[in-house]
């Protein structure tokens, strides 16, 4: 899957850290899960807070994914949509 620029939704099932920012101007963020609107029962999305409690809903996550080489990834919701589908 990564191979092919994409990185599994269900690796941020747990809050984690996805930006440490160089200056103290700009907040850290995390990406955790959170109910979404779309067609999967759960979503995630960009937080201002270590505990995913403070949505950023003006950031996209995949904005802050870069695989080892810095190209941009993309998540997969394959498996929260067999999940949220139970």
Do not use: H, W
């Not at 899957?1 to 747990?14: C, H, K, P, Q, S």
């Not at 995913?52 to 809903?57: A, E, F, L, S, W």
């Amino acid at each position: 899957m990564e191979e092919n620029g994409y990185i599994d939704a269900t690796e941020f099932l747990n809050c984690q850290q996805i930006y440490v920012p160089e200056n103290d101007d700009e907040a850290t963020l995390y990406a955790g899960p959170y109910c979404g609107s779309r067609n999967y029962a759960i979503d995630i999305g960009v937080f201002y807070d270590e505990e995913c409690t403070i949505r950023n809903p003006n950031e996209n996550v995949e904005d802050y994914l870069l695989n080892e080489n810095g190209y941009q990834m993309k998540l997969s919701y394959a498996l929260l949509r067999l999940v949220g589908s139970q």
